[in-house]
């Protein structure tokens, strides 16, 4: 009997081991590390708070847990795996909600519940689960793409409806609210205010490297030095040209052009964004068969008419690849931005940072993370749709 047990679990690890190791991650997460962590006030450093202290009989509810997922580790379960991870981080967001409430309640008003490594593991445990799971379903990407949202629908009602206020996060976007949503308009600024001038520029050089191959070399050369800086270097370099361009035309500094600011962050931004941009511009008109380019002309078309219904439309899903790739960049590096006083999500952040606010940290960081997962799966899905009309 042991042995066909023994053979069962083989067999089951074989078929899924990546449930497996999310199985045995999620039992040592819970069993030894903290879930939340209470501190007298958001300057000090927090007690660790154990599930078995908030929750009897957890050791045992989490080894059926685990019993249940890995009893689904077969291919014809891949739905019930997917919804038991959805379960367990929609479970386990609202229990955390439920706990910080009840530990904020009963102490000083001070007094901080911030989540905990655990609870970061377990809820990142979950959200790889899903994703693994839900990969392996058989459905189109439109689908695909809802099926990812509901996930969320849950979690925001009881944002909206006031269930995480007993945690720090949250009190400190409600110390914070108006800075917070200051910072979400200058992040978005910052980064659309990058992708325009960057897509102006980047879309013509690109075509020009398209016509005139001779000249990659030399320009790819250049823009790949570019890349080369680092961001902070590239916001120092910056500021004394720009501070003696402000000086000597000071109808400049009206419009908020500067040593420091939006001017020079966006320009440093720019420069970073147009590699990849005119990259992704050649590479999408390169690999246009040239036999479809003679085709097009074949059947009575002028070259121009040819470049915009015929190698634009082929091209355009390249582009967008790198355009997808600029924009989570341009997010993620809009943080830094913050150091020469550009603003956004990184003066959250670095303020946390200044302070030891752990908190304030996540406020900032949170966010970003969000628009750049944002922004990736609107390019997915626009991709695919481009894609798959040109296949049709």
């Not at 609202?94 to 593991?121: D, E, I, K, M």
């Not at 590239?234 to 001017?263: D, K, Q, R, V, Y």
């Not at 085709?295 to 634009?312: K, L, R």
């Not at 355009?316 to 931005?337: C, D, E, I, S």
């Amino acid at each position: 009997m042991l042995t066909r047990l023994w053979q069962n679990v083989c067999s089951s690890f074989r078929q899924n081991p990546v449930l497996w190791v999310l199985v045995a991650l999620l039992v040592v997460t819970v069993l030894y590390l903290p879930v939340l962590t209470m501190a007298p006030n958001r300057l000090l450093s927090g007690q660790p708070v154990m599930l078995s202290a908030l929750v009897p009989y957890s050791t045992a509810a989490l080894l059926l847990s685990a019993v249940v997922l890995l009893a689904c580790s077969s291919p014809r379960h891949r739905l019930v795996v997917v919804l038991l991870f959805e379960l367990l981080f929609i479970g386990w967001l609202f229990a955390c909600g439920f706990w910080a409430n009840q530990l904020a309640g009963g102490s000083h008003p001070y007094a901080r519940v911030s989540l905990a490594g655990g609870t970061w593991l377990v809820l990142a445990i979950s959200l790889i689960g899903f994703s693994e799971a839900a990969r392996s379903l058989p459905m189109k990407p439109a689908v695909r793409a809802i099926m990812y949202l509901q996930l969320w629908l849950v979690p925001l009602a009881l944002l909206y409806s006031g269930h995480f206020d007993g945690l720090s996060l949250l009190k400190e976007y409600a110390n914070r609210k108006a800075v917070f949503d200051d910072a979400l308009l200058r992040h978005l600024a910052l980064t659309f205010g990058t992708l325009l001038p960057a897509l102006v520029i980047g879309i013509p050089l690109g075509l020009y490297l398209h016509r005139k191959p001779q000249a990659q070399s030399s320009v790819f050369s250049v823009l790949n030095v570019i890349q080369t800086v680092p961001s902070v270097a590239m916001f120092g370099l910056l500021i004394a040209p720009l501070s003696a361009l402000g000086n000597a035309l000071p109808w400049l500094g009206t419009l908020g052009i500067g040593g420091i600011g939006a001017a020079p962050a966006i320009i440093a931004l720019v420069l970073y964004a147009l590699l990849p941009l005119v990259r992704g511009v050649v590479a999408g008109l390169d690999q246009v068969p040239q036999a479809v380019k003679e085709s097009a002309q074949g059947n009575g078309m002028t070259p121009w008419q040819c470049f915009v219904q015929v190698e634009v439309p082929l091209a355009l899903p390249v582009l967008l690849r790198n355009l997808r790739v600029v924009t989570v960049q341009t997010t993620g590096m809009a943080v830094v931005a913050a150091l020469i006083g550009a603003g956004g999500f990184g003066a959250l952040i670095f303020q946390g940072l200044s302070a030891s606010a752990q908190s304030l940290v996540l406020l900032g960081v949170i966010p970003v993370v969000a628009l750049a997962v944002l922004a990736d799966r609107i390019f997915h899905l626009l991709i695919h749709r481009l894609e798959h009309n040109n296949h049709d």
